[in-house]
């Protein structure tokens, strides 16, 4: 794969469809996606995406996305014959975070990369004594602590545990997710010691349906 000159969306999902299965179900595309986020022009290359988008494509974009009490969450590419998704995260100003999101101790449903746009944040990465059934977390303990400043890029699996502390005004971030490779994922508020399990609301229509 060529990374020379501006990086666009359509070369970086061309360069992970060309890896191959093993490589998205394994989630060893971080030397990939790494390359491509060190190249110039990221930030501008998805400005002029959104720039030409047509009416039709915003409105898919924003019936994608979703608000969390901590940022936005900008669905850019969902195909379905794709093993990934694209994402933009836009973080809200720290006055209006609400507790619980970004800022507890979390794993997630798949495996994703990404890369600071703007701004900055403060990245802590976990270890975590799970309940029976891994349902729930009993403890965690902090394995690291980073500072990470624009054109930091990172992978995480959907079975290690983070959290974002704190983030500076205007922080946004790309990411490359894999499809879910959970039915779950778990949360953990490190003062109070409360575990949370979140099922994804589409995985509970039939249990909706249960106790109608």
Same mark, same amino acid.
């Given at each position: #794969? ?8 359509? %070369?970086?999902?061309?360069? *992970? ?11 060893? *595309? ?13 930030? %501008? ?11 039709? !494509? ?8 979703? !608000? ?13 014959? %794709? ?6 995260? %836009? ?14 101790? @979390? &794993? ?7 890369? *600071? ?6 990245? !802590? ?21 980073? !500072? ?23 922080? #946004? ?24 399990? @979140? ?10 349906? &249960?106790?109608?």
């Amino acid at each position: #794969m060529d990374l020379a000159g501006t990086a666009t969306l359509p %070369e970086l999902a061309s360069g *992970i469809t060309a890896a191959g299965p093993p490589a998205v179900d394994q989630w060893s *595309i971080g030397p990939l996606f790494e390359g491509w986020a060190a190249q110039p022009g990221v930030r %501008e290359g998805l400005r002029e995406h959104l720039r030409t988008l047509t009416p039709q !494509e915003e409105r898919r974009i924003v019936s994608r996305s979703r !608000e969390t009490t901590t940022h936005f969450a900008w669905c850019l590419r969902d195909e379905p014959t %794709e093993p990934f998704t694209f994402w933009l995260h %836009e973080y809200k100003p720290q006055r209006d975070w609400r507790h619980g999101y970004a800022d507890s101790v @979390h &794993n997630h449903r798949y495996h994703f990369s990404t890369t *600071i746009l703007t701004g900055s944040y403060l990245h !802590e990465r976990y270890t975590a004594r799970l309940g029976a059934g891994e349902r729930s977390i009993l403890s965690a303990a902090l394995l690291r602590r980073t !500072e990470c400043p624009v054109g930091t890029s990172g992978t995480m699996l959907a079975h290690e545990f983070h959290r974002i502390p704190r983030a500076g005004d205007d922080t #946004m971030t790309f990411l490359v997710k894999s499809r879910a490779v959970s039915p779950w994922s778990l949360s953990f508020d490190p003062d109070t010691g409360a575990s949370h399990r @979140h099922v994804p609301v589409e995985a509970r229509l039939e249990e909706l349906t &249960n106790q109608l």
